[in-house]
C-alpha cells in the first residue's frame, strides 16, 4: 500500500512540476505622433502601383523585431483609427522596419490612385 500511495504522490508532484507557464511584462509602450513626410509613387505595390510615405523612426530597433510590437493609428478629425483602414476610399496601410514606418495609400477599389493623399497626422504606439 505504501509504493502505491508512494507512486500516486511521485505522479502528482511530477505533473505539477512539468508545467510552466511564462509571462513577460515589459516596461510599456512609447508613444510618437507625427505627420507623414510627403508621398512617392511605388509601382510594384498592388496591381496598380501605390504612395508611399517614409516616416523616420529612430526608436524602432532590432529589439521590436524580436519583441515588440508597432501600431499606427491615421487621425481622422480628433479621432484616431487603426491602420489598415479606409479613409475617403483610399486604403491606408502600414509596414516597419528598423529605424522606418512605411505607409502605403491606393485606391480602394483597385484602381490607379492619381493624386498623391493629403499630409497625415500619425500616432504610432511602441509596445515593448
Known sequence: MKKILTLICCTILLAATSC?????????????????????FDSTIGNNG???SDIPMPEIDNYYDNH???????????TYEQLPDVFDGITYRFVYTKGHVYIDAQNADGSKLTVA????????????
Open 117 to 128: 493623399p493629403p499630409k497625415l497626422n500619425v500616432k504610432i504606439v511602441l509596445v515593448q
Open 50 to 52: 501605390a504612395y508611399t
Open 20 to 40: 510552466k507557464k511564462e509571462t513577460i511584462i515589459g516596461p510599456g509602450a512609447t508613444t510618437v505622433f507625427t505627420s507623414t513626410t510627403g508621398w512617392s
Open 68 to 78: 515588440g510590437a508597432v501600431l499606427v493609428y491615421l487621425d481622422d478629425s480628433g
